[in-house]
């Protein structure tokens, strides 16, 4: 079935810690994406992927950091995991990155709920 | 600072009856609008959207509404059914926000049977 998956569905990580989330979708989307979303505040971007071979940050980026080594995966990384990282975390992906007049959308993953301590 | 607001976290209504939810925009350069829908442990689903050279955009029960000069746009569920019952986020982009979507906080409707 295509789709994205996200791994791994939940995690507690204690605080310092390295942690990567994994993101994979089948659908040979060139953009990707990584939001987080917490209460209150609804999904903000973290990081963004256009294509193969290059990222851009979003609007949360501090903390976080992204490789896209090829078109299917897109890893997120907390280097040191701190608690306010605590939240639930989307990867996405649409056909292409957005433009002017664009009418893609994005689909999302079914999320990794992640817990700092 | 908020670009995009829903000002409702919740809704309930009749099964049905008409579902209103509202979204607001300060970013008067957004060009496209989507609307999401999410159920809980899952990510959010797509379900419609609307670009600025619309007014309305409309697929079976859901119809989107876009008020430029308001800065302001509405989904309409027509007739609503205990399966909607889910959390709905706005999200908008624009030109010279690059590649990112920003998204409402969501507002949870329930369905009432």
């Known amino acids: 079935i295509a789709g994205i998956t996200q791994a791994p569905t939940s995690q507690i990580l204690a605080a310092g810690r390295r942690m990567t989330l994994r993101c994979t979708q089948d659908?040979?989307?060139?953009?990707m994406y990584w939001y987080r979303q917490d209460l209150g505040l609804g999904l903000r971007l973290i990081h963004y992927?256009?294509?193969?071979?290059?990222?851009g940050k979003g609007e949360v980026p501090d903390g976080y950091s992204v490789s896209r080594a090829n078109t299917d995966d897109f890893p997120l990384t907390l280097a040191s995991a701190v608690p306010s990282q605590t939240s639930v975390y989307f990867c996405?992906?649409?056909?292409?990155?957005?433009?002017?007049?664009?009418?893609?959308?994005?689909?999302f993953g079914p999320g990794t709920r992640l817990t700092v301590l | 600072d908020q670009q995009v607001k829903q000002n409702s976290p919740s809704l309930s209504v009749q099964e049905g009856r008409i579902s209103i939810l509202n979204c607001d925009y300060t970013n008067s350069m957004f060009d496209y609008f989507l609307w999401y829908k999410k159920y809980p442990a899952e990510g959010p689903t797509f379900l419609i959207s609307i670009s600025s050279i619309k007014d309305k955009n409309e697929d079976g029960r859901f119809t989107v509404f876009l008020n430029k000069s308001a800065k302001h746009l509405s989904l309409h569920i027509v007739p609503s059914q205990p399966g909607d019952s889910a959390v709905y986020f706005c999200a908008a982009s624009a030109m010279n926000t690059g590649n990112q979507f920003y998204f409402g906080t969501g507002t949870s409707l329930t369905v009432i049977p």
């Open positions: 659908m040979r989307h060139n953009a």
């Open positions: 992927s256009n294509t193969a071979g290059t990222t």
């Open positions: 996405a992906s649409s056909r292409r990155a957005y433009r002017p007049g664009s009418t893609d959308t994005q689909y």
